[in-house]
């Protein structure tokens, strides 16, 4: 290891050690967490199932960067590019439409066959797996309307496909020694004012309890069910909103979603975990960076992505939450954008876990609000960097920038090669 690598780490340990914080102690903790990383970064949504579809349900992609995955065996060798520079173990979040298959299968038929190989190359690398039904870019659902369609064939088509992919994320949890978190987002809504919120609401109710009912072990598969404001084409009215699915979460024992894009503008998930942990179970967060509306830009180190980190840590919620990641941006190289999000959502979990918890609460506690601020501040240029760097170094992945040479000579000999 470089020098000035470990004498800045050992310099920043004392530093934390006079407030009582244990940096050995933090990064095996830190070790521990896994952050499931979203195999649609790499491909811009498109997926392998319906190459001449484009990406619908209100969601969008800009940018032409060259050199996209399009097929399975690239966006694996493009994750295993972005693994080898990020810290840790973690899991890839599948969506349907990545089924690796030369069979044309309709969504609804999909079975864990169709995910074989994902499974054998996670297994190889240690990684885990969480899937998402894909309720968008289907003919079925280019009117908006998915689990909450009028049309009953339509409707029983997609509970189909969430039954299916239950099963297959369960196959995923038996096979790895460890649960999928199988999310639910579908897109449904109108673009202008609706006459009837409620019916909509009570199909999407009766599709949900179906697609429940069906049997699909619980040490294996979790379910996981994800709410939205709005979306391109559903200004106006969106049926899963959130409080549709938070309590539908919280009376069906559901982990719920919180999308870091799926609120009002000025509104923060970050103030919502402390809450919705003290009803529901398990909660998965889609991490992303919305910008002025669900962008879903790269993950920086911005006050949100640090208050998202803080709440985990100062709540001790790290065992009930799955950390996800969900943002698409197809203006940069795409397997930076990876290694970006992903080590920013690291580092934030590291600086949450080196603030002196207990010496805040205390002076909290004792309205002694002055020494709260005043730690807060200071603790903004204690020299985090420094044990990240060590962090890195330890876990065999580049220090600081170096990471992105890495990947300037895989664009170079991959990506720019890619037809
Ligand atoms: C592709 C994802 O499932 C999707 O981004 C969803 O999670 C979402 O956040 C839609 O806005
Ligand atoms: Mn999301």
Same mark, same amino acid.
């Given at each position: 290891?470089?020098?000035?690598?470990?004498?800045?780490?050992?310099?920043?340990?004392?530093?934390?050690?006079?407030?009582?914080? %244990?940096?050995?102690?933090?990064?095996?903790?830190?070790?521990?967490?896994?952050?499931?990383?979203?195999?649609?970064?790499?491909? %811009?949504?498109?997926?392998?199932?319906? @190459?001449?579809?484009?990406?619908?349900?209100?969601?969008?992609?800009?940018?032409? &960067?060259?050199?996209?995955?399009?097929?399975?065996?690239?966006?694996?060798?493009?994750?295993?590019?972005?693994?080898?520079?990020?810290?840790?173990?973690?899991?890839?979040?599948?969506?349907?439409?990545?089924?690796?298959?030369?069979?044309?299968?309709?969504?609804?038929?999909?079975?864990?066959?169709?995910?074989?190989?994902?499974?054998?190359?996670?297994? =190889?690398?240690?990684?885990?797996?969480?899937?998402?039904?894909?309720?968008?870019?289907?003919?079925?659902?280019?009117?908006?309307?998915?689990?909450?369609?009028?049309?009953?064939?339509?409707?029983?088509?997609? /509970?189909?496909?969430?039954?299916?992919?239950?099963?297959?994320?369960? *196959?995923?949890?038996?096979?790895?020694?460890?649960?999928?978190?199988?999310?639910?987002?579908?897109? %449904?809504?109108?673009?202008?004012?609706?006459?009837?919120?409620?019916?909509? @609401?009570?199909?999407?109710?009766?599709?949900? %309890?179906?697609?429940?009912?069906?049997?699909?072990?619980?040490? &294996?598969?979790?379910?996981?069910?994800?709410?939205?404001?709005?979306?391109?084409?559903?200004?106006?009215?969106?049926?899963?909103?959130?409080?549709?699915?938070?309590? &539908?979460? /919280?009376?069906?024992?559901?982990?719920?979603?919180?999308?870091?894009?799926?609120?009002?503008?000025?509104?923060?998930?970050?103030?919502?975990?402390?809450?919705?942990?003290?009803?529901?179970?398990?909660?998965?967060?889609?991490?992303?960076?919305?910008?002025?509306?669900?962008?879903?830009?790269? #993950?920086?180190?911005?006050?949100?992505?640090?208050?998202?980190?803080?709440?985990?840590?100062?709540?001790?919620?790290?065992? @009930?939450?799955?950390?996800?990641?969900?943002?698409?941006?197809?203006? /940069?190289?795409?397997?930076?954008?990876?290694?970006?999000?992903?080590?920013?959502?690291?580092?934030?979990?590291? @600086?949450?876990?080196?603030?002196?918890?207990?010496?805040?609460?205390?002076?909290?506690?004792?309205?002694?609000?002055?020494?709260?601020?005043?730690?807060?501040? =200071?603790?903004?240029? *204690?020299?985090?960097?420094?044990?990240?760097?060590? *962090?890195?170094?330890?876990?065999?992945?580049? #220090?600081?920038?170096?990471?992105?040479?890495?990947?300037?000579?895989?664009?170079?000999?991959?990506?720019?090669?890619?037809?």
């Amino acid at each position: 290891m470089d020098k000035s690598v470990l004498d800045g780490y050992v310099h920043a340990k004392e530093l934390y050690a006079k407030h009582g914080i %244990d940096v050995d102690a933090v990064l095996e903790k830190l070790a521990q967490i896994k952050i499931s990383i979203h195999c649609w970064q790499g491909d %811009d949504v498109q997926g392998f199932l319906f @190459r001449d579809k484009s990406l619908s349900g209100g969601i969008a992609v800009t940018g032409s &960067y060259p050199g996209r995955a399009s097929t399975p065996s690239e966006l694996r060798q493009d994750l295993d590019q972005a693994l080898s520079l990020i810290p840790g173990k973690h899991k890839i979040n599948l969506h349907a439409i990545y089924a690796d298959t030369e069979e044309q299968v309709e969504l609804n038929e999909l079975e864990p066959k169709h995910f074989e190989r994902w499974v054998e190359w996670a297994k =190889e690398q240690g990684l885990g797996l969480d899937f998402n039904p894909t309720c968008f870019s289907h003919p079925k659902a280019d009117d908006g309307f998915t689990l909450s369609h009028s049309d009953e064939s339509v409707r029983k088509f997609w /509970i189909e496909h969430g039954i299916a992919s239950r099963k297959i994320g369960e *196959y995923f949890g038996k096979e790895l020694g460890q649960p999928c978190v199988t999310n639910f987002w579908l897109p %449904d809504g109108y673009k202008d004012t609706p006459v009837d919120r409620l019916a909509p @609401r009570q199909r999407l109710q009766a599709s949900l %309890d179906e697609i429940f009912a069906a049997p699909v072990d619980s040490r &294996y598969n979790i379910d996981a069910v994800e709410s939205k404001l709005f979306g391109i084409g559903s200004e106006s009215y969106v049926v899963g909103s959130h409080e549709f699915y938070l309590g &539908y979460a /919280i009376k069906n024992g559901k982990a719920l979603c919180l999308d870091s894009g799926h609120f009002h503008p000025t509104e923060v998930i970050s103030n919502k975990i402390s809450s919705v942990l003290m009803y529901v179970d398990q909660l998965l967060l889609h991490v992303s960076r919305p910008v002025r509306w669900d962008s879903d830009h790269v #993950v920086t180190m911005d006050d949100e992505l640090l208050d998202i980190a803080r709440e985990l840590v100062r709540g001790d919620f790290l065992g @009930r939450t799955h950390i996800g990641l969900d943002f698409f941006d197809g203006s /940069i190289n795409h397997v930076a954008a990876w290694v970006i999000g992903t080590r920013n959502t690291i580092k934030a979990l590291l @600086r949450a876990m080196l603030e002196p918890i207990d010496q805040l609460r205390e002076a909290e506690l004792n309205k002694d609000y002055t020494t709260r601020l005043a730690l807060f501040e =200071e603790l903004k240029s *204690y020299p985090y960097g420094a044990v990240w760097d060590y *962090y890195c170094a330890t876990a065999g992945v580049p #220090v600081r920038e170096a990471w992105l040479d890495q990947v300037k000579s895989y664009e170079q000999d991959v990506l720019l090669k890619r037809v």
